[in-house]
Antibody
Framework: EVQLVESGGGLVRPGGSLRLSCAAS????????MNWVRQAPGKGLEWVSS????????YYADSVMGRFTVSRDNAKNSLYLQMNSLRAEDTAVYSC?????????????WGQGTLVTVSS | EIVLTQSPATLSLSPGERATLSCRAS??????LAWYQQKPGQAPRLLIY???NRATGIPARFSGSGSGTDFTLTISSLEPEDFAVYYC?????????FGQGTKVEVK
């Protein structure tokens, strides 16, 4: 069974930093592209970032480009999101999601998410 | 950026009725469209990908159709567990984008 467990969320002041982690199990992590998706309280889904299985290809939403950095450690079956220069509008539940296949990054398994609150 | 517009925002139906949800893209996405279901407090669940392919374990009452810019998710006969919010998403272009969601509520 695929399991994705996020951690690292919390309360941070505007301009601060956080590093989110996603621990994966139940599938071949090193063969799977991975993604971060966020959902602000009471709002819809917003794609944040994607990283290929090797980490060679990385994509970001314009809203986080230059502030967030996605990475992975295939030896540890872990995905990360380094978030710098945080803003109030980054407040959301951040979820990691596994891609359906190498050729199709549909989000077929999701974690429950970790809440990031940016507030003074 | 490809904008996905879902309609209606809210659909009020009774169990057993047919639900028809629409997703319109601002430019062609070919068949690169998916549908997700999200219930309160839960992670989204992939229902349909590539416009018309049901994901693993998804009941046959869920079906997707369309290509280009106009897509439809149909739930043939609503079960109590189907009342939720539904999102469409495209993977034709970066950035990946979602629609704003359609809430299917009990009438």
């Amino acid at each position: 069974e695929v399991q994705l467990v996020e951690s690292g969320g919390g309360l941070v002041r505007p301009g601060g930093s956080l590093r989110l982690s996603c621990a994966a199990s139940g599938f071949t992590f090193s063969s799977s592209s991975m993604n971060w998706v966020r959902q602000a309280p009471g709002k819809g889904l917003e794609w944040v970032s994607s990283i290929s299985s090797s980490g060679r290809y990385i994509y970001y939403a314009d809203s986080v480009m230059g502030r967030f950095t996605v990475s992975r450690d295939n030896a540890k079956n872990s995905l990360y999101l380094q978030m710098n220069s945080l803003r109030a509008e980054d407040t959301a539940v951040y979820s990691c999601a596994k891609s359906l296949s190498a050729a199709a990054d549909w989000f077929d398994s999701w974690g429950q998410g970790t809440l990031v609150t940016v507030s003074s | 950026e490809i904008v996905l517009t879902q309609s209606p925002a809210t659909l009020s139906l009774s169990p057993g009725e047919r639900a028809t949800l629409s997703c319109r893209a601002s430019q062609s996405v070919g068949s690169y469209l998916a549908w997700y279901q999200q219930k309160p407090g839960q992670a989204p669940r992939l229902l349909i990908y590539d416009a018309s392919n049901r994901a693993t374990g998804i009941p046959a009452r869920f079906s997707g159709s369309g290509s280009g810019t106009d897509f439809t998710l149909t739930i043939s006969s609503l079960e109590p567990e189907d009342f939720a919010v539904y999102y469409c998403q495209q993977r034709s272009n970066w950035p990946r984008t979602f629609g704003q969601g359609t809430k299917v509520e009990v009438k």
